[in-house]
Nanobody, 124 residues
Framework: QVQLVESGGGSVQAGGSLRLSCAASGRALSNYGVAWFRQAPGKEREFVSAISPSGSSVRIPDSARGRFTISRDNAKSTVYLQMNSLKPEDTAVYYC?????????????????WGQGTQVTVSS
């Protein structure tokens, strides 16, 4: 199994930037597709982005396109989410998730492995 730990969350003002990291241990991350999700209080978990095992393909929804970038460094077993031009509505707990053998899936139930989440708070 692979274990995931997110870091990099915090509090920023609107328009600011954060870079989240998802560090993996236990298994080689290069065999896993990885996604970022977020969940705000009282809302369902929302897909933010996904990246293929090699990093050659990504999927980003309209709500994040142009502001968020997902990348990975398999040598470091880490996936990143660079978030720019943050808005108050981006406030949520951000989770990374992994599924073996890739696939740019946007449904949370397609991912077997999850981190504990990291809080992002954007103030206006």
């Amino acid at each position: 199994q692979v274990q995931l730990v997110e870091s990099g969350g915090g509090s920023v003002q609107a328009g600011g930037s954060l870079r989240l990291s998802c560090a993996a241990s236990g298994r080689a991350l290069s065999n896993y597709g990885v996604a970022w999700f977020r969940q705000a209080p009282g809302k369902e978990r929302e897909f933010v982005s996904a990246i293929s095992p090699s990093g050659s393909s990504v999927r980003i929804p309209d709500s994040a396109r142009g502001r968020f970038t997902i990348s990975r460094d398999n040598a470091k077993s880490t996936v990143y989410l660079q978030m720019n031009s943050l808005k108050p509505e981006d406030t949520a707990v951000y989770y990374c998730a992994a599924r073996q053998f890739g696939g740019l899936q946007s449904e949370p139930d397609k991912y077997a492995y999850w981190g504990q989440g990291t809080q992002v708070t954007v103030s206006s």
